[in-house]
């Protein structure tokens, strides 16, 4: 009986050490923003949609991964802005750029509601962990 006292309180002190470190090294998922590059816009017209990441302490946006921009509401995604070159990071405050176009049949004096998400690798640089995320974004343009 003793035996399998021990055991037991060595397979919970485990447990409760695995669990530590696996919470020491998570990174807490940053959170996104978006903002189109003006207020109103023409039906038709072309647009920059800016996404910026709101990370924490020793948070990192790498370049790879590929970060993946998905449009599934309010306007057409026409891809995002290279951001290859330089460093292996996105540069503070990051941020990245998509473009867009604003349906040729929207209606003059109406609000369109963008939808979208975003995913994107994001790394600790203390002690190098990375990860992949997923987060939902909204952004409001009007219709001239």
């Known amino acids: 009986m003793t ?9 919970v002190m485990a447990f409760f050490c695995l ?4 919470t020491a090294n998570a990174a807490e998922v940053p959170g996104v923003s ?8 023409t039906a038709g017209e072309s647009g920059v949609l800016t996404i910026k990441f709101k990370t924490g302490d020793h ?3 790498p ?4 970060i993946e921009v998905t449009i599934t509401d309010g306007v057409s995604g026409n891809g995002l802005q290279n951001v290859s ?3 292996d990071y996105l540069s503070n405050p990051a941020q990245v750029k ?4 604003v349906p040729s049949g ?3 004096g109406s609000t369109i509601t963008i939808k979208g998400k975003v995913k994107f690798g994001y790394c600790n640089s203390d002690n190098g962990v990375c990860k992949i995320g997923t987060k939902n974004f909204t952004a409001k343009i009007k219709v001239k």
Not at 19 to 22: E, F, I, P, Q, V
Not at 34 to 41: G, I, Q, R, T, W
Not at 98 to 101: D, G, H, K, Q, Y
């Open 19 to 22: 669990s530590a470190l696996g």
């Open 63 to 66: 370049k790879d991964p590929e």
């Open 98 to 101: 998509f473009n867009f176009t």
């Open 59 to 61: 948070v990192k946006i």
């Open 85 to 87: 070159g330089g460093d």
């Open 34 to 41: 978006a903002s189109a590059n003006k207020k109103s816009y």
């Open 106 to 108: 929207a209606a003059s």
């Open 3 to 11: 035996k399998i006292k021990s055991l037991l309180a060595i397979f």
